[in-house]
T-cell receptor, first 110, second 116 residues
């Protein structure tokens, strides 16, 4: 089955700086890669996603890049704000199944 | 749109009892629903995938007789934790896939189960 690895597990940045989270996957059949933000005790919220036919996607301060050859994808958050502090999960979708990374706890220091 | 509800949000039960958790898609038809388990400060672990009208597909290591899943309609899936024990205490989250939106899944708010 699919194996998704995510790094780093924790990340602290100063407000205004950029944050980058990286994920790798193993199944070349995976074709959809969403990123979720989860605040403590709440449901994961989709923040951005990318499909395998696209290399990069941007939505305001958030961007995702995908390298299918290397089987890795990354989340980039620019101009970070304290409200960006949360746990972020990447996921890879193959067919009818989603496999999640282990999560990155992001702390933005005011 | 694409709202998923889950009930109850928190349940405390005695060891040995069974607990049923409901997951509903409120404004769309969910051809597929997923059940996840999440331990504190850990990732979401997929337990099973349920398709309306057919048997759920369980992930390796998940006991199907322990975690009974029923997907009776396009808007409702239930997870029953049978003969619950303290080690079953966890955060259970469902998600639903909207057949009209390619690939996306929408999460319920989760159910916190505490087994005494």
């Amino acid at each position: 089955g699919e194996n998704v690895e995510q790094h780093p597990s924790t990340l602290s940045v100063q407000e205004g700086d950029s944050a980058v989270i990286k994920c790798t996957y193993s199944d070349s059949a995976s074709n959809y890669f969403p990123w979720y933000k989860q605040e403590l005790g709440k449901r994961p919220q989709l923040i951005i996603d990318i499909r395998s036919n696209v290399g990069e996607k941007k939505d305001q301060r958030i961007a995702v890049t995908l390298n299918k050859t290397a089987k890795h994808f990354s989340l980039h958050i620019t101009e970070t704000q304290p409200e960006d502090s949360a746990v972020y999960f990447c996921a890879a979708n193959t067919g009818n199944q989603f496999y999640f990374g282990t999560g990155t706890s992001l702390t933005v220091i005011p | 749109g694409a709202v998923v509800s889950q009930h109850p949000s928190w349940v405390i039960c005695k060891s040995g009892t069974s607990v049923k958790i409901e997951c509903r898609s409120l404004d769309f038809q969910a051809t597929t629903m997923f059940w996840y388990r999440q331990f504190p400060k850990q990732s979401l672990m997929l337990m099973a995938t349920s398709n309306e009208g057919s048997k759920a597909t369980y992930e390796q290591g998940v006991e199907k007789d322990k975690f009974l899943i029923n997907h009776a309609s396009l808007t409702l899936s239930t997870l029953t934790v049978t003969s619950a024990h303290p080690e079953d205490s966890s955060f259970y989250i469902c998600s639903a896939r909207d057949g009209g939106r390619l690939n996306e899944q929408f999460f319920g708010p989760g159910t916190r189960l505490t087994v005494l």
